[in-house]
């Protein structure tokens, strides 16, 4: 069942949090304080351009308050009764709302300042919202354990791609989509110099062991923020920006434990097999449709709430089961809608958290293999229909650039499921 979507009135006091990391939208701060209520749980903070944010107490504030409320409840409901059914309950987080003040979201935004990367500051925390989410703690500052000198462990896994488009409407000139995926691709954006990541992400959801331990050891070479190692709180990297035994205790113990649990998860089987079913149109097909149903009202210009995701997926897993290849019948808002629920799964991090790891210099062979651990998704909010002009630029982008870098098919690395 969804969380209650009333905010709950707790006392929040700024100096009981410290801040564990950021993205794009929000800011993570976990708590420290006694109270229990709160123990075991992160906040997450909406962020905002330093522009965007106006006089608290204006008429225009108070307007944005109320949507972004009104956004964060669906949200809520949105992963209940959206992402849990797609990838499986027991992988969505617990998730509530607690009211947060603008006296307490600025305090805070100024105790964390200093913390948070030179390249984040562009945006803080965005005082004008209401009431900010509560999720489950999945990076914790002490183990389980701490008897033993164990560590507190968790990986966060942010793959942003799990299959390649089978889709049948790609131009001519996009026909590397078929063979190259996102990621591997998006590199050559990413990266003008040509230094890509050797890292796949369809090697991760090969669901063969020895191929997802190597694809993590790639992905370790050069992680960014897509692959990120927690002890005990704070996020790791050796002095190469690397991950490896000079940072992360038990490194390719570690790495092999994680291969282990992403072959065994159904979760990443699901998530391969509903993003490549979701992305059945592409973006470059979609593009089109969606300015149809905008011209023909049959899409609102504003965002869709609950019941028009719940409508677009029930529909979408009828077809699914029927075995049905057949898109003809498929309405311009039901291929926007799935569309935007594959970038949506494209973006979620999943978390793995160890409940204690050893030291070095502890042997832990028994520890390592028998570790406890508890998995699960965040970053699952439903993403802007409006924002399907900017993907299929970026999209077209991704295209060209790699095609300038990698013109020859014959050279071209091909990614493999």
Known sequence: MPASKEPADIPLAPGDWDYIEEGTENVIISYHGSEPELQGWVLRLTKCDASAEIDLESHEALLFRDKELQRKQDALEFAARVIGPIVGDKYVLPQRLAKTSAEFLIQVRENIESQRPRNRLSKFIDARQSASLLTKEMISRTPADSTQGAHAVTVELKPKCMALPRSKFLAPESSVKHRVCWYCRHQYTLHKDGNVSQFCPLELF??????????????????????????????????????????????????????????????????????????????????????????????????????????????????????????????????VLELMLAATLRDVSVL??????????????????????????????????????????????????????????????????
């Not at 072959?263 to 490549?276: A, G, T, V």
């Open 352 to 417: 793995i958290k160890f409940d204690s790891w050893p030291a070095r210099g502890e042997t832990g062979t028994g520890t390592l293999k028998h570790s406890n651990y508890s998995i699960g998704i965040v970053d699952h909010d439903p993403k802007k229909v409006s924002n399907i002009p900017k993907y299929y630029r970026l999209d077209q982008n991704i295209v060209a650039t790699y095609l300038q870098h990698n013109p020859d098919e014959a050279y071209q690395r091909p990614c493999r499921e």
């Open 206 to 335: 090969s669901g063969d062991r020895e191929r997802i331990a190597t694809a993590l050891e790639h992905f370790a070479q050069s992680p960014h923020n897509n692959f990120v190692v927690f002890v005990d709180g704070r996020s790791v990297v050796d002095e190469e920006g690397k991950l490896s035994d000079k940072c992360v205790p038990h490194w390719s113990e570690l790495r092999d434990a994680v291969a282990g649990i992403v072959q065994k998860e159904s979760l990443f089987s699901r998530l391969q097999l509903i993003q490549r079913e979701l992305d059945s149109f592409n973006i470059e097909s979609v593009l089109p449709m969606y300015q149809h149903a905008l011209e023909t009202g049959a899409l609102a210009t504003e965002e869709p709430r609950i019941d028009a995701w719940l409508n677009a997926y029930s529909e979408f897993r009828r077809r699914l089961d029927s075995g049905s290849s057949d898109l003809s019948a498929v309405s311009d808002c039901q291929a």
